[in-house]
């Protein structure tokens, strides 16, 4: 995560890095899962878009409020998206149950680790 003066908002929660590959892209990790993302607008360099990355089973989640949005800054992007990941976690987002994040986050360590071979 930049640490620019200009920036307001909170410090981050979780672990934010920055993308080796493009400048203006962060990732926000908890532990070994990455849940979120931030880039920057290349309409208006001023405001940042974030976006869930950790609900990969959630069927037309684009058609859902919660999962995405913009943001003044990358401290305010990461908030908002910590937030939702929070929310999410807690099963408060898209009338989804504890259970059902718990389904979705191990089907995912079974894909991450397919993926990689270790299955």
């Known amino acids: 995560m930049p640490d620019t003066t200009e920036d307001e ?6 672990q934010w890095r920055r993308d080796p590959h ?3 892209i ?3 990790w908890d532990g070994e899962r990455q849940f979120g993302r931030l ?4 309409n208006d360099t001023s ?5 869930l990355t950790c609900l990969h089973g959630v069927k037309d989640i684009r058609r ?3 999962w995405s949005g913009r943001e003044g800054g990358t401290r305010l992007a990461a908030k908002a998206c910590e937030d939702a990941y929070d929310d999410a976690m807690a099963g408060k987002l898209f009338g ?3 259970q059902d994040v718990a389904d979705i986050l191990a089907d995912e360590e079974f894909m991450r680790k397919r ?4 299955i």
């Open 9 to 14: 908002g909170p410090r981050p929660r979780y």
């Open 22 to 24: 493009a400048e203006h």
């Open 26 to 28: 962060f990732a926000g």
């Open 39 to 42: 880039v920057r607008s290349m």
């Open 47 to 51: 405001l940042w878009d974030w976006n």
């Open 64 to 66: 859902l409020d919660g």
């Open 96 to 98: 989804m149950t504890q």
């Open 115 to 118: 993926r990689v071979g270790l």
